[in-house]
């Protein structure tokens, strides 16, 4: 029987500022749900250490300060 082990860097390619990426390697526990369900990504394209993490809506320095973190849960990522 082959043991399953999500490495850090796969389900990190959920966190890809590229959309298909970011679409994929849901679980960091399970990883037989995105094998089940197809969502399993082996490489992104720009490879692990060439690739942007983050969403496109927030980018700049002070979107990391706690006071601008807390309201972003609740606000759309779309434009």
């Given at each position: 029987?082959?043991?399953?082990?999500?490495?850090?860097?796969?389900?990190?390619?959920?966190h890809s500022l590229v959309r298909q990426e970011a679409d994929t390697n849901?679980?960091?526990?399970?990883?037989?749900?995105?094998?089940?369900?197809?969502?399993?990504?082996?490489?992104?394209?720009?490879?692990?250490?060439?690739?942007?993490?983050?969403?496109?809506?927030?980018?700049?320095?002070?979107?990391?300060?706690?006071?601008?973190?807390?309201?972003?849960?609740?606000?759309?990522t779309r434009r």
């Open positions: 029987m082959r043991l399953l082990i999500v490495a850090p860097d796969i389900h990190r390619m959920h849901f679980s960091c526990n399970l990883p037989w749900w995105d094998r089940l369900f197809g969502t399993c990504r082996a490489q992104p394209a720009a490879r692990h250490l060439g690739m942007t993490l983050g969403l496109e809506t927030f980018r700049e320095a002070r979107d990391f300060k706690l006071d601008r973190m807390l309201p972003q849960l609740f606000r759309s």
